[in-house]
């Protein structure tokens, strides 16, 4: 008896990619293992989100699709909706976080091409999938859960069919985690279809839904989240979905949005690679892994390619935080003639850069304290470029180390 994910690649053939499972030789040197990349960046919508969103509209009765479906989603989820609204002829209103990614708005516009309305609310997804549920219920409408539904969890368990189907051998499989979905649907499947290997799920350091849930045992609402990992930002993660995951997950590991950044920028640069901040995740897990990995075929699921270009400053910015190679001080400089020339030519290291400076203060500026943002080329430059300040006497203050006056500042 085929598995209910096989069953699904079937219902999704001619509608979904089915994307290519990369060896990826840099990343095999660096670990040591056989490292493979699957894409589903190049999937039709540039997200697994598709197959899950698909495989639940198909199924609808006729009476389901004449009264239209309803999501909430941050932008993936979205877009496989809308593109499934319009290749089934059915119509859908999509909610959307107000703070979502202009490109993933642009997109879900173009993929359901006039069957769908948008609607922005809410700060988090978490938010806006509460104004959807009241949505759908006044108008009678279906709505298409982004995780916590049988039939999606199906449809996304087609990226574990594919995976085995292009590398039976496969021993390790890392996966991004959101709200579950993808890897409840990959497990499940793996469980029956290869019960040996072992799945690694990864969330971002600033929304650990999934972590927290297993720690306390049921599904928990987190009260705050970072919200920089837009396609795995969820505060509370679905109960089917928890149920599936405590039984499959080896482990799940948090990764620093730092991190995550400086693996987005690596895999672009060095693999040509377009990744959204939660399709960087299991690529970013590696680090974290190395140990277990070694000498194995594992798999990383590049789970969304939908990154907007006006955010890779941000991007840029946090990878050199997280690095240790971008540092903010509140600098005092001394009242005395040239300090500020002092600074640049016997402060600043010969391979440091200047890449921030304003006065504080709006009157007497000159006099005032200034903040100074500093790039270093190395991170133990860091401790010699401290103690330059000091001999120089530099009244100085770490803005890095402070949370509260980092965000108020930078």
């Known amino acids: 008896m085929k598995h209910r994910a096989e069953a699904a690649a079937e219902r999704l053939k001619g509608v979904v990619t089915h994307t290519p499972l990369q060896y990826n030789l840099r990343l095999s040197e660096k670990y040591g293992a056989a490292v493979y990349l699957k894409r589903e960046d190049l999937q039709v919508v540039r997200s697994y989100k598709l197959r899950g969103a698909f495989n639940k509209i198909n ?63 809410g700060d988090t997804f978490d938010d806006c999938q509460q104004s959807a549920l009241a949505y759908c219920a006044e108008h009678g409408m279906t709505f298409i ?23 039976p051998d496969t021993d390790i ?6 709200g579950g979905g993808l890897v409840s649907g990959v497990g499940s499947y793996f469980r029956e279809a290869k019960p040996g290997i072992t799945v690694y799920g990864v969330e971002p350091q600033g929304a650990p839904s999934m972590k927290a849930a297993l720690e306390h045992g049921a ?18 993660i679905g109960d089917l979905t928890y149920q599936y995951s ?21 895999l ?33 699921i590049i789970s969304g390619g939908n990154n907007d270009i006006d955010r890779m400053g941000e991007i840029k910015e946090l990878s050199l935080l997280y690095e240790g190679l971008k540092h903010y001080f509140i600098v005092r400089f001394p009242q005395r ?16 850069d200047i890449t921030r400076f304003e006065f504080i203060k709006k009157t007497q500026r000159e006099r005032g304290p200034a903040l100074v943002g500093v790039e270093l080329q190395k991170a133990t430059d860091y401790t010699a470029l401290v103690e330059r300040m000091r001999k120089h006497r530099f009244d100085f203050k770490e803005v890095n180390s402070d949370q509260t006056l980092f965000e108020y500042l930078i």
């Open 268 to 300: 672009y640069n060095k693999d040509a690679i377009v990744a959204e901040p939660a399709g960087a995740l299991a690529v970013a897990a590696l680090d974290f892994y190395a140990d277990e990995i070694k000498g194995k075929k594992v798999a990383c």
């Open 59 to 121: 199924k609808l009765t006729e009476a389901e699709r004449t009264k239209g479906v309803v999501c909430a989603s941050a932008g993936n989820h979205a877009q496989g909706v809308a593109f499934s609204c319009k290749r089934l002829g059915i119509n859908g209103v999509i909610f959307m976080p107000g703070p979502t990614p202009r490109q993933k708005i642009s997109q879900t516009e173009m993929f359901g091409n006039g069957r769908i309305e948008i609607i922005l609310t």
């Open 337 to 352: 003639p040239g300090a500020l020339k002092l600074f640049v030519n016997d402060v600043l290291g010969p391979n440091d």
């Open 173 to 178: 499989v890392i996966i991004p985690i959101g």
């Open 219 to 236: 599904p928990i609402t987190l009260h705050e989240i970072n919200r920089f990992v837009d396609g795995a930002a969820v505060k509370r």
């Open 145 to 167: 859960h982004p995780f916590d539904d049988p039939d999606i969890i199906e449809g996304q368990g087609t990226v574990g069919v594919e995976i085995l189907q292009d590398e």
């Open 246 to 266: 405590r039984e499959l997950l080896r482990d799940v590991q948090l990764i620093p949005e730092g991190k995550i950044c400086t693996t987005i920028l690596e």
